[in-house]
């Protein structure tokens, strides 16, 4: 819960602060007073304090915020969130499982159903009083169970025991329905007909089910005998995954797939003429204390300047934002005037490209990014892989150990040099890396 800054207060609040703003407690650079503040407030709360940014050159009023909900915006969700918190469920690895299935909706609806005891079995249906019966129109004597329609009734057993292994089938047959259900809905290394194992087992448990509602509506004699359900249920396999793995026909929105490649990754000076500031951000625990760094770099590879910085208690997409603010800064004032900025956080990219509501979380440090870009200079923000970004990140981690504040450094650190050697000289690292592409 959160209170005002004055009931966590070390001693009583003289009567003549207590109309003071939040600008009186700003430096010129926009950073917090800490050393006013130290003597008022706990550690802790100075810590969280500090790495909250505010524009000083702002002119907005001061507006209510929502913490319930990430984008600081009231909603029902997030208040019925708040008032009922959602347990750990562990069957949630099996939802996230089941909804990117590749596979028909239809299927996916099913194998939830299933898994949360909703299909209507004679069993159910009896217990409810909708049905004369609780057992399986084929079996008669067995009571009809998500686990006997779909594993243990004569059409399901032939029908699986032609494509479990037979190693596997004594579990397979013996698992309670829960386990047996877990296990198989997760299970992706095994392929049949180029198919994963929990696409082809839901797609086999759809037709199965489609097959015994056949025989509840139209009579036992419309179903499908065995032999010919097995065949079935292997040509919607094959059928289903020709259609999934068919390029997109809809205009404009190309199906997309995902493959590795392993690439060399190494710093590269900027183009002549131009400045290339490198930084990140570190958070020890995310959120935790975090810090920030960063080095400015000529088209030689020459070390200009850096800086590291301790932001307090945060998490590490705001850190990296504060780096990218700090490295503005610094490369401003030594008047860089086209200068390239490289980020391994794409997050923080997107945040500083994008439009952002003013009421965003990060709204004040992402203002006064962006007020530092309007000046009469050349900046491009590009992203690039921590293997490209090693200096900056040195610098970030090392900034950990000091106390609060931006310390801009006029030569490089010692520990730092054999870092920036091997930058200068080319040395790479290979990476393996995932891009899409159309099939």
């Given at each position: 819960?959160?209170?005002?800054?004055?009931?966590?207060?070390?001693?009583?609040?003289?009567?003549?602060?207590?109309?003071?703003?939040?600008?009186d407690?700003?430096?010129?650079?926009?950073?917090?007073?800490?050393d006013r503040?130290?003597?008022?407030?706990?550690?802790?709360?100075?810590?969280?304090?500090?790495?909250?940014a505010?524009?000083?050159?702002?002119?907005?009023?001061?507006?209510?915020?929502?913490?319930?909900?990430s984008?600081?915006?009231?909603?029902t969700?997030?208040?019925?969130?708040?008032?009922?918190p959602?347990?750990?469920?562990?069957?949630?690895?099996?939802?996230?499982?089941?909804?990117?299935l590749?596979?028909?909706?239809r299927?996916?609806?099913?194998?939830?159903?299933?898994?949360?005891?909703?299909?209507?079995?004679?069993?159910?249906r009896?217990?409810?009083?909708?049905?004369?019966?609780?057992?399986?129109?084929p079996?008669?004597?067995a009571?009809?169970t998500?686990?006997?329609?779909?594993?243990?009734?004569?059409?399901?057993?032939?029908?699986?025991?032609?494509?479990?292994?037979?190693?596997?089938?004594?579990?397979?047959?013996?698992?309670?329905?829960?386990?047996?259900?877990?296990?198989?809905?997760?299970?992706?290394?095994v392929?049949?007909?180029?198919?994963?194992?929990?696409?082809?087992?839901?797609?086999?448990?759809?037709?199965?089910?489609?097959?015994?509602?056949?025989?509840?509506?139209?009579?036992?004699?419309?179903?499908?005998?065995a032999?010919?359900?097995?065949?079935?249920?292997?040509?919607?396999?094959n059928?289903?995954?020709?259609?999934?793995?068919?390029p997109?026909?809809?205009?404009?929105?190309?199906?997309?797939?995902?493959?590795?490649?392993?690439?060399?990754?190494?710093?590269?000076?900027?183009?002549?003429?131009?400045?290339?500031?490198?930084?990140?951000?570190?958070?020890?625990?995310?959120?935790?204390?975090a810090?920030?760094?960063g080095?400015?770099?000529?088209?030689?590879?020459?070390?200009?300047?850096?800086?590291?910085?301790?932001?307090?208690?945060?998490?590490?997409?705001?850190?990296?934002?504060?780096a990218?603010?700090?490295?503005?800064?610094?490369?401003?004032?030594?008047?860089?005037?086209?200068?390239?900025?490289?980020?391994?956080?794409?997050?923080?990219?997107?945040?500083?490209?994008?439009?952002?509501?003013?009421?965003?979380?990060?709204?004040?440090?992402l203002m006064?990014?962006?007020?530092?870009?309007?000046?009469?200079?050349?900046?491009n923000?590009v992203?690039?892989?921590?293997?490209?970004n090693?200096?900056?990140?040195?610098?970030s981690?090392?900034?950990?150990?000091?106390?609060?504040?931006?310390?801009?450094?006029?030569?490089?650190?010692?520990?730092?040099?054999?870092?920036?050697?091997?930058?200068?000289?080319?040395?790479?690292?290979?990476?393996?890396?995932v891009?899409?592409?159309?099939?």
């Open positions: 819960m959160q209170v005002p800054l004055v009931e966590m207060a070390l001693q009583p609040v003289p009567s003549d602060m207590m109309l003071d703003s939040v600008a407690y700003l430096g010129e650079d926009g950073l917090w007073d800490v503040l130290a003597s008022w407030l706990p550690a802790e709360v100075l810590q969280k304090m500090t790495a909250v505010v524009d000083p050159l702002s002119t907005k009023k001061d507006r209510i915020f929502w913490t319930g909900s984008n600081v915006r009231f909603s969700k997030s208040a019925y969130l708040l008032a009922n959602p347990h750990h469920d562990p069957r949630h690895l099996m939802w996230k499982k089941i909804w990117r590749p596979v028909p909706e299927v996916r609806c099913f194998a939830w159903l299933v898994c949360l005891g909703k299909i209507a079995t004679n069993q159910l009896f217990s409810r009083k909708c049905a004369p019966s609780s057992s399986c129109y079996c008669e004597d009571a009809e998500i686990c006997h329609v779909l594993r243990d009734c004569p059409p399901a057993v032939f029908f699986w025991s032609r494509h479990v292994p037979a190693a596997d089938q004594q579990a397979f047959f013996s698992a309670s329905t829960g386990n047996w259900l877990q296990k198989n809905l997760l299970k992706e290394e392929m049949v007909a180029e198919v994963s194992w929990n696409a082809f087992f839901s797609i086999a448990i759809w037709c199965l089910w489609k097959n015994r509602c056949t025989g509840c509506f139209k009579g036992v004699t419309a179903t499908l005998s032999p010919s359900l097995s065949h079935s249920i292997m040509h919607r396999v059928l289903w995954h020709k259609a999934w793995s068919a997109s026909i809809v205009p404009g929105k190309p199906r997309m797939i995902q493959e590795e490649r392993v690439e060399s990754i190494g710093w590269l000076a900027p183009p002549r003429g131009w400045m290339k500031l490198n930084v990140d951000g570190a958070s020890a625990g995310n959120p935790g204390i810090g920030a760094g080095l400015i770099r000529d088209d030689q590879g020459r070390w200009i300047a850096g800086f590291v910085a301790k932001i307090g208690e945060t998490s590490a997409a705001l850190a990296e934002l504060w990218i603010r700090h490295g503005l800064d610094i490369a401003w004032r030594r008047r860089c005037t086209s200068l390239i900025v490289e980020s391994d956080s794409q997050l923080a990219i997107q945040l500083i490209k994008d439009r952002q509501d003013p009421i965003h979380p990060y709204a004040g440090i006064s990014i962006r007020r530092l870009l309007s000046q009469d200079w050349l900046v923000i992203h690039t892989y921590r293997e490209g090693r200096a900056a990140d040195w610098l981690k090392h900034s950990l150990v000091y106390p609060y504040g931006v310390r801009e450094l006029f030569d490089p650190p010692r520990d730092l040099c054999r870092v920036l050697q091997e930058d200068n000289q080319g040395v790479s690292f290979e990476r393996r890396i891009v899409q592409r159309d099939r």
